[in-house]
């Protein structure tokens, strides 16, 4: 009988990985520990259709201009859609939190913790029957400003937990849902005086929004610490960061966004071009920022296309 019992403890435990990835869906895996001693964490949705010997990932990064939002995308159609539409052709999907910045945590607080959720996902693959050699990115917004800047950085910026540094944050391709590419554009840090005077006037609101993420974001006050705040948001732009090296990149953006500019993708686009990096722009027609207006039929279609991308960037050994 101890025999049996020792027989089938050996065999359980090489089906460990089977096992984790027969589950539907696990919650809430704190994937690091921040120095400030929180857990940061991440769910993991397993493909419902198992077509490959070992699961290709796309890792799902949530926006909310880096100081709202979380990783539950269930109320959303589009991004739910896609999720679950990825997982019927043998996708499994990791969506991800990451510090939000505020007066205390700024960058790279989001940019670590991105890196390290990739890091974590390399060093667990085993557990999860992940395949190493096909992890993709794919954010929205803030999300998609943050896909970018892991995308296109090496492994070598950005470095968090000691445990995890290791393990590489290479990726196949990213998925960029209008996502801000110039930080000192999208925050108008260099805003001219007449253009300050006019938001100062007439969107009083925005204008006081606007200094309170320039500080959250860079640690400085755009006031007294211009050249600073300045410096800190071109070094996290993703556009100075295209290169010939940079992985293929799906850019949708709304032609009438007016959180982020669609003139952001448009800029990216010719970067990509400019040094021959695989990419495709999908111009959402009078689509808004985050796609919210357009038809469900649109919707669809650009689910459609995000797939055909990511299948077309699957590495096959």
Not at 3 to 26: D, H, N
Not at 117 to 128: E, M, S, T
Not at 185 to 212: G, H, M, N, W
Not at 298 to 311: A, G, K, N, P, Y
């Amino acid at each position: 009988m101890k025999i049996l019992k020792s027989v089938l403890l050996v065999f359980c435990f090489f089906l460990q990985p089977s096992v984790f990835a027969q589950q539907t869906v696990i919650k809430d895996i704190t994937y690091k520990i921040t120095p400030e001693n929180d857990s940061v964490k991440l769910d993991l949705y397993f493909p419902t259709n198992h077509l490959f010997q070992k699961t290709p990932l796309v890792v799902f990064i949530h926006g909310g201009a880096w100081v709202e939002g979380n990783k539950d995308h269930e109320s959303i159609y589009y991004m739910r859609s896609l999720r679950d539409t990825l997982r019927t052709r043998g996708y499994a999907i990791a969506s991800i939190n990451y510090r939000l910045v505020n007066k205390n945590t700024h960058l790279p607080a989001p940019v670590i913790d991105c890196k390290d959720a990739v890091r974590w996902i390399r060093a667990h693959a085993g557990d999860y029957n992940f395949d190493t050699e096909n992890i993709g990115l794919w954010g929205g917004s803030a999300g998609a400003h943050l896909a970018l800047l892991i995308g296109y950085t090496g492994d070598d910026f950005a470095l968090g937990s000691q445990e995890l540094q290791a393990y590489s944050t290479k990726v196949n391709y990213i998925v960029d849902n209008f996502g801000p590419t110039d930080l000192n554009k999208v925050l108008k840090t260099k805003a001219s005086p007449l253009t300050k005077l006019i938001y100062k006037c007439f969107f009083r609101q925005l204008y006081d929004i606007r200094e309170k993420l320039i500080i959250a974001m860079t640690s400085y006050d755009i006031k007294t610490d211009k050249k600073k705040a300045i410096e800190v948001a071109k070094a996290y732009s993703p556009i100075e960061f295209v290169t010939s090296n940079a992985v293929p990149t799906l850019i949708m953006h709304g032609t009438k966004d007016f959180v982020v500019p669609f003139k952001e993708s448009k800029k990216l686009k010719k970067a990509l071009d400019q040094n021959n990096v695989d990419n495709k722009f999908v111009k959402v027609k009078k689509g808004d920022h985050g796609f919210n207006n357009i038809s469900k039929d649109q919707l669809d279609e650009l689910i459609q296309e995000t797939v055909e991308f990511i299948e077309q960037n699957y590495f096959e050994k």
